[in-house]
Nanobody, 127 residues
Framework: VQAVESGGGLVQPGGSLRLSCAASGFSLDYYAIGWFRQAPGKEREGIGCISSSDSSTYYADSVKGRFTISKDNAKNTVYLQMDSLKPEDTAVYYC?????????????????????WGQGTQVTVSS
């Protein structure tokens, strides 16, 4: 049982990337899914999440207006569309399932509720 991230890479400032989070061994129907990132030397940051029921979303101020979370239940996959990328977005990006909630709430303060962490995918924003 694990979330599997993919889609990372090297992109220039101002560019875009779309990350995927494939749920393996569990269904998106039952868990809110969160996206997190961790830059070298920094604590892991919760950047957003999507609810299982109505697909409502939450975004941290650091990414609001630039990042969009969506999901495809048929593919059991959640996506993180990242636009207008900045060098400070450089980090390893992770997704995980909130095993205590179906409704998305601010993920940064509720990281202890998340499980089924993936191994992460590196995003590097540099010219």
């Amino acid at each position: 049982v694990q979330a599997v991230e993919s889609g990372g890479g090297l992109v220039q400032p101002g560019g875009s990337l779309r990350l995927s989070c494939a749920a393996s061994g569990f269904s998106l129907d039952y868990y809110a899914i969160g996206w997190f990132r961790q830059a070298p030397g920094k604590e892991r940051e919760g950047i957003g999440c999507i609810s299982s029921s109505d697909s409502s979303t939450y975004y941290a101020d650091s990414v609001k207006g630039r990042f969009t979370i969506s999901k495809d239940n048929a593919k059991n996959t959640v996506y993180l569309q990242m636009d207008s990328l900045k060098p400070e977005d450089t980090a390893v990006y992770y997704c995980a399932a909130n095993t205590m909630r179906r409704r998305c709430v601010e993920p940064g303060s509720t990281q202890y509720e998340y499980d089924y962490w993936g191994q992460g995918t590196q995003v590097t924003v540099s010219s």
